[in-house]
């Protein structure tokens, strides 16, 4: 089963807590704090792996998570970090935060890999709290958590040429006929229901001498009219030509208006991307081992040379034309180097910067609840022990540096109102920040 499209779910390991311990050897009565930091948690990646063509390994297994990093120990002993955890997709894919179009990266290049979920930080021991007016601190971080969020994958094949066309042109004929793959074929209607691919041995009609093109052909299931709008089979697979060099705009010859199914072919590319009408095209009338094809071939060939498209009148099934066909192709197509390279630049990684550790918001909730949003203060209570009043003191004069306790007592703020930080949930007090029991 030929899979392009799935949708995952990604958790980066935990950050390991920090420890709180102290110093305890003869001849040492006061040691002092010896707390050892936690591990970091396990970051998850994606990889572009050329050995793989589909996304099938995450047809049934859709939930990935990465390990948690080790608890700090006593003596000063960090934690382990956790392992990475890393996912193999072929190349082509693009990667999507799912609910939006917002795209993450795109893996185009084999090798190249992107962070998808960030593995937290590890929690710091208290030896890093001590100061000269507090020399037994039990005060210790605990690890921040792992990001987690769903992604939504797509490939896009990345073939040289794209063969398109309505259900029933040939395509798969003339994949099969110009190259050794074997697509199913039969003379009915949406026979194929999956992309289909072959490699086309164009050595013959290079200029260079010994230079060898064997460029990749794919053949998608046929479109229909409203495809670009999610009618019939092919309009699931109208994005794998988004990445093809050139297309080839099969035509049934010997259709009842030839015409008409190549201009409803054209509209349905334009309404998914305009920019695919850009494309070096190739219009392949074809069946022309047959009468009525024979007899509509001279306007067809005219009108598209009004247009300024090269046609090829063909026959994927006796071989006639085929030898034109290919020389369209030969003088369309690049180089072997540049073909060696993706059809398209090597991947494009999204990186956006954050608004600002610092920046925080202050909001309601629909219940009333006061809700606190930034990076930088999620994670200051992700990481806080509110069962150690120490702790809780500290978070609190964190609040207090960062203007954050300002603003909620501009906002109206009362003791015993709910405050939620990111995943936590606390009481307000006038003196002490408390974790609600849920």
């Given amino acids: 089963?030929?899979?392009?499209r799935v949708k995952i779910w990604v958790r980066a390991g935990d950050g390991g807590d920090g420890a709180a311990t102290f110093r305890r050897e003869a001849h040492v009565p006061r040691g002092g704090p010896a707390g050892g930091d936690g591990g970091r948690g396990g970051s998850i990646y994606l990889r572009a792996d050329p050995g793989e063509t589909t996304l099938r390994d995450y047809r049934h297994k859709h939930h990935f998570k990465a390990a948690a990093g080790g608890r700090g120990e006593r003596a000063r002993r960090h934690g382990k970090a956790g392992g990475d955890l890393v996912l193999d997709v072929p190349p082509g894919t693009a990667v999507l935060a799912d609910g939006s179009d917002e795209l993450i990266a795109d893996l185009v290049a084999a090798g190249q890999q992107v962070l998808v979920a960030r593995g937290g930080r590890g929690g710091l021991g208290n030896t890093h709290f001590a100061t000269?007016?507090?020399q037994a601190p039990r005060h210790a971080q605990k690890g921040e958590p792992g990001e987690e969020r769903w992604l939504r994958l797509e490939l896009r094949l990345l073939a040289d040429v794209g063969l398109v066309g309505l259900p029933n042109a040939g395509k798969s004929t003339l994949l099969a006929a110009l190259?050794?793959?074997?697509?199913?074929?039969?003379?009915?209607p949406f026979t194929t229901?999956?992309?289909?691919?072959?490699?086309?041995?164009?050595?013959?009609?290079?200029?260079?001498?010994?230079?060898?093109?064997?460029?990749?052909i794919a053949d998608v299931p046929g479109l229909i009219e409203g495809a670009s709008s999610g009618a019939g089979l092919g309009h699931a697979f109208l994005r794998h030509v988004e990445r093809t060099r050139v297309l080839v705009h099969v035509v049934d010859g010997a259709s009842r208006d030839p015409g008409w199914d190549f201009e409803v072919v054209r509209e349905e590319l334009r309404a998914h991307d305009p920019a695919l009408l850009e494309k070096p095209t190739v219009v392949a009338f074809n069946k022309l081992d047959l009468p009525a094809a024979e007899a509509a071939w001279p306007a067809f060939r005219r009108a598209r040379e009004r247009e300024g498209l090269p046609v090829a009148a063909i026959s994927a099934e006796t071989g006639a034309g085929l030898d034109g066909l290919r020389g369209h192709l030969a003088r369309l197509l690049p180089s072997a180097d540049e073909l060696a390279r993706p059809p398209e630049p090597a991947g494009v990684v999204v990186h956006r910067l954050d608004a600002g550790?610092?920046?925080?918001?202050v909001s309601r909730d629909p219940d009333g609840a006061f809700r606190v949003a930034g990076r930088r203060i999620e994670r200051l209570a992700a990481q806080t022990d509110f069962t150690i009043e120490e702790s809780a003191d500290r978070f609190q004069r964190d609040l207090e540096r960062l203007g954050i306790d300002a603003r909620l007592r501009a906002a109206g703020i009362r003791g015993g109102d709910t405050v939620r930080i990111g995943a936590v949930e606390l009481e307000w007090a006038p003196e002490l920040w408390t974790a609600r029991r849920s």
């Fill in 357 to 361: 550790d610092a920046v925080a918001s």
């Fill in 193 to 216: 229901l999956e992309p289909n691919l072959g490699v086309l041995d164009l050595a013959a009609e290079d200029g260079e001498a010994g230079e060898v093109r064997r460029p990749t």
């Fill in 179 to 188: 190259t050794a793959a074997r697509p199913k074929i039969a003379d009915y």
């Fill in 132 to 134: 000269a007016t507090h």
């Fill in 1 to 4: 089963m030929f899979l392009d």
